[in-house]
């Protein structure tokens, strides 16, 4: 699969109790997409970290938005009244939706969860890949998503553009 290069349009139920849509999110001057998923111990390794860089951009209008495309026929911990008990006990700062058609995976190009999507004021995609570069925090010499958000911000391209993510395969349907 090839990644996108601009952020793909979407209506996805939200962990909070409502649909949401790319729409939703176009006062924002970045938009993060990552696919994730409520099991993957790498998820689990990041996602304070992701919901800390919500809390610290939130102020700069920075919106992260989750998002599990898992199949939860055969993995039913990634099942949507799964996601809603996972991120309360997680205590998630960003939007988490589920993407049960799996369309909205597809058309990223997602392989891993977690996959960071870090998309400009016009949606078009600055950076692509992991969140930094080590599941150990204490380890982490760099920052990939937060240098990304960073350079979205100001106009300019990331120092690192596309990192390989790291992480459990996306749980395609058959």
Not at 29 to 35: A, N, R, S
Not at 58 to 84: C, K, L, Q, T, W
Request: proline share 6%; net charge negative; with cysteine.
């Amino acid at each position: 699969m090839s990644v996108i290069e601009t952020a793909p349009a979407f209506d996805l139920p939200g962990v909070d109790g409502r649909n949401h849509t790319l729409d939703e999110y176009a006062g924002a001057p970045v938009l993060v997409l990552v696919q994730s998923c409520n099991h993957c111990p790498y998820v689990l390794a990041w996602e304070n970290r992701i919901s800390e860089l919500q809390r610290q951009y939130a102020e700069r209008g920075v919106r992260i938005v989750a998002i599990n495309s898992n199949d939860a026929e055969a993995y039913p911990v990634d099942s949507f009244e799964a996601m809603v008990e996972h991120a309360r006990e997680a205590a998630y700062a960003f939007d988490y939706l589920h993407d049960e058609s799996q369309a909205v995976a597809r058309v990223l190009g997602s392989e891993r969860t977690p996959e960071a999507f870090v998309f400009d004021a016009d949606r078009a995609l600055v950076y692509h890949g992991a969140v930094d570069d080590n599941r150990d925090e204490a380890d982490v010499t760099t920052h990939y998503l937060r240098d990304g958000i960073e350079a979205a911000l100001a106009g300019e391209a990331p120092p690192v553009a596309d990192t390989p993510p790291v992480g459990c395969t996306v749980k395609w349907r058959s």
